[in-house]
């Protein structure tokens, strides 16, 4: 199963390294990881999405990850109201009479045409990670010539309901 | 912070105004050392800790010098595990640091507070490869509480503080700080007056009451409780608590092999150690108990035997300080975040009526003396449990020993009962042979009027015994008694078990003379080989107020019994009867 945990660290070098070798020594499988500097600039926000067996699994990701000094919070989001996204940058093969085509398709997606060459298009795609991956399967037929995805980001929404047993993961957060 | 806390703080800011220096770094570093009451370094110079040595040189701070970085280190856990203090580690950069990396992730398994100074190059050359280097702080980032590169002066006093913090408090772990040439030469302001501030680090050390009440109550209800006492029990000095609580709720006890000494091994409830080659009485404890409370023991696999088998019909209770031990290999119904000594205490208070289950300790005082550990001395042929029960009578149990891993290892803990804490020193998670003999040492240092006895297999001794040097240069009265098999026993063993006697290279046909080696260190050397000479020898090792050797020639087929096979649960031991 997948879970989006979301992490505030320490915005100094070396953390990204701590915290993905802390995955990889403890085998655990990391599906995307996202980074980037918070309202605070000395604290980094890192959006992991994670795939594990069971929730103890996740539980020990969890808590490995508050173990590490650099790891100010730590919460497992995927159960909560979250807005998250992933963006993705395609290069298709388009020839002149197909653009018309694709521009109908990045509408309905609400993607965006960001470069056009001679036989080739480069879209833009923000949402979720099944939005994404919906669009891409679309323009498979097409070519894809490149493709650059980010991993997930995501925050939880103002108006919080927790879905979450409450009583789960008690013993940290 | 309040207004009143802050007057407060300005006060003694005041009393105790110490007029901040200009120092260089290596000076920053002697002074922070002298201000976490250190009083020991055990290390080894090289050309990027140079200035450093060279602050110890003129401030005659009291330092080690091993003759191996490894022994070095494994000396700093030894002085950790027995004074309860952090073990200071200083070494050079490159191989100097690579050569304790091994004590690092030693420290780190069993949980020993330990900072470990290495130098490092100049920051104008980190990143090129250049004389003597090496990535310190990717090397030991999974091997360390946590690590630090200094990357100017000023930060250093910080540093050195927070180090010393992580290290000692909650699960104790070593700190690695790698401290580039140039930043030690540097100078700036020391000012070591600020409090730690790490956000991202609050142990956790009181324990919910909710959670202990639960405990108390599940304790109540128990008709065969158990409690598993680990060697966090060691770190939280909650042995006395320990005792006390076992004495009011009248509840058997059993060790892990790096709890041994937290609760008094001849006493009536203790039913001695668990796990693979623990007694068949804490083993089927352990089995048929209703209630597990763990308590500072983290669950390792040499513990559990087979989890599908493991105590099957007991609820499970956990003490830990570390969160993440709390269901990492066993699930837990009832999780206790918190210091052993605070849940203990907590314990003690919220305890009622002593719940009675004389028929489960009976049932469990007749295994204790149906099953005891058992050896046969049948010829001239030194047996060596009965050469480690022997030191444990000639020392009437007092010594500090210390071990490397393998059977020697195990008789030790079978057959030496330990009645105090921090008298027990030995590799447990990493099972790193040529760890006991200079964690004697750093044993000895810690307390030098104890008889320190280093017990270890032929085969680590001679991975660490350059250290002996140690020995002739302060004169410290370490006994080191090889248990010689000849042979690395416990792999020896399992070829025998489980690969069909086929002895790969486990085996050795030739040994150095242990004895001229020890007195080309001017160390006192004996070798045993028959029976009736043991016992004397024990005595004359004990008497002598020097160093000595004991090469004592043991019976090379001897395994260790009983034992839980791998894949095995506790309730199938072999081998508990002659």
Request: proline content about 5%; charged content about 20%.
């Amino acid at each position: 199963m997948k879970r989006t945990i979301s992490t505030l660290v320490n915005n100094s070098s070396g953390v990204l390294n701590r915290i993905t070798g802390l995955f990889a020594r403890r085998h655990y499988n990391i599906e995307s990881i996202t980074v980037g500097v918070t309202e605070n600039p000395s604290v980094s926000r890192m959006t992991f999405v994670v795939v594990v067996d069971t929730m103890n699994n996740i539980e020990q990701v969890l808590k490995q990850l508050h173990k590490q000094v650099d790891v100010l919070k730590v919460k497992d989001i995927t159960d909560e109201s979250i807005i998250a996204r992933e963006l993705a940058l395609i290069k298709i093969v388009a020839f002149p009479e197909q653009r018309g085509e694709i521009a109908a398709l990045v509408n309905t997606f609400r993607a965006q045409t960001i470069d056009i060459g001679r036989e080739s298009m480069t879209l833009q795609v923000v949402g979720d990670h099944e939005k994404v991956e919906a669009l891409i399967d679309l323009l498979r037929p097409y070519g894809i010539k490149e493709l650059a995805r980010t991993g997930e980001t995501a925050l939880s929404r103002s108006s919080k309901k927790v879905l979450a047993d409450p009583n789960r993961l008690s013993l940290i957060n | 912070m309040s207004t009143k806390t802050k007057k407060q703080e300005l006060v003694v800011n005041i009393e105790n105004q110490e007029a901040p220096k200009v120092l260089s770094g290596s000076g920053m570093l002697i002074e922070a050392l002298a201000k976490e009451n250190v009083e020991v370094i055990f290390g080894y110079p090289g050309g990027a800790i140079l200035p450093t040595y060279d602050e110890i040189y003129k401030t005659g701070i009291r330092h080690i010098l091993a003759r191996h970085e490894q022994g070095a280190i494994h000396a700093a856990e030894g002085y950790a595990r027995v004074s309860g203090k952090p073990g200071v580690c200083v070494v050079t950069s490159g191989p100097g640091a690579t050569n304790v990396v091994t004590g690092i992730a030693d420290a780190m398994i069993d949980s020993l507070p330990l900072v470990v100074i290495t130098g490092q190059v100049a920051k104008t050359v980190i990143g090129t490869d250049a004389f003597q280097e090496a990535d310190m702080l990717g090397i030991t980032m999974p091997i360390t509480k946590h690590n630090f590169q200094v990357r100017s002066v000023e930060e250093f006093p910080r540093i050195i503080k927070e180090a010393f913090h992580i290290a000692t408090t909650g699960r104790p772990g070593p700190v690695l700080i790698d401290l580039p040439k140039d930043v030690s030469q540097d100078s700036g302001l020391f000012d070591y007056s600020g409090d730690v501030n790490l956000p991202g680090y609050q142990p956790t050390v009181i324990p919910n009451r909710q959670q202990i009440r639960k405990l108390a109550e599940a304790v109540t209800q128990a008709k065969k409780p158990v409690i598993l006492a680990g060697a966090g029990i060691l770190h939280a000095k909650a042995s006395e608590y320990l005792y006390e609580y076992v004495e009011q709720q009248q509840i058997p006890v059993v060790n892990t092999l790096l709890g041994l000494g937290n609760f008094p091994g001849n006493h009536e409830l203790h039913l001695g150690m668990a796990g693979m080659h623990g007694t068949y009485a804490a083993n089927m404890a352990l089995h048929e108990a209703d209630l597990l409370i763990n308590i500072g023991a983290r669950f390792d696999d040499r513990l559990t035997g087979k989890l599908d088998f493991f105590a099957p019909n007991a609820t499970i209770a956990h003490i830990d300080v570390d969160p993440a031990e709390i269901g990492k290999n066993i699930e837990t119904q009832i999780p206790v975040v918190g210091d052993a000594k605070e849940a203990l205490k907590m314990l003690i208070a919220e305890q009622g009526e002593q719940a009675d289950h004389a028929d489960w300790k009976a049932s469990l005082q007749l295994k204790k003396t149906d099953f005891p550990l058992w050896y046969k001395q049948e010829d001239e042929t030194i047996k060596p449990q009965h050469l480690i029960e022997k030191i444990y009578q000639k020392t009437k149990g007092e010594a500090i020993v210390t071990t490397d891993v393998g059977q020697h290892q195990m008789w030790s803990a079978q057959f030496y009962k330990f009645d105090k804490p921090n008298r027990w020193v030995t590799s447990g998670g990493l099972g790193t042979m040529g760890f006991g003999f200079p964690a004697a040492i750093g044993a000895q240092i810690a307390e030098p009027q104890s008889t320190v006895v280093s017990i270890i297999g032929d085969a680590g001794f001679q991975m660490t015994l350059q250290e002996m040097s140690i020995l002739q240069e302060l004169n410290l009265p370490v006994k080191i008694v090889i248990v010689n098999n000849a042979s690395l026993g416990m792999v020896r063993q399992w070829q025998q078990l489980f690969h069909g006697e086929r002895y790969s290279n486990s085996l050795f046909p030739i040994q150095p003379d242990f004895v001229k080696l020890a007195e080309a260190y001017s160390i006192k050397a004996m070798k045993v080989e028959e029976l009736k000479d043991m016992e004397s020898a024990i005595e004359e090792m004990l008497a002598h107020d020097g160093p000595v050797l004991m090469d004592c020639r043991v019976a090379q087929e001897e395994n260790v019994y009983p034992m839980i096979c791998p894949g095995k649960g506790h309730h199938e031991m072999e081998g508990i009867r002659p």
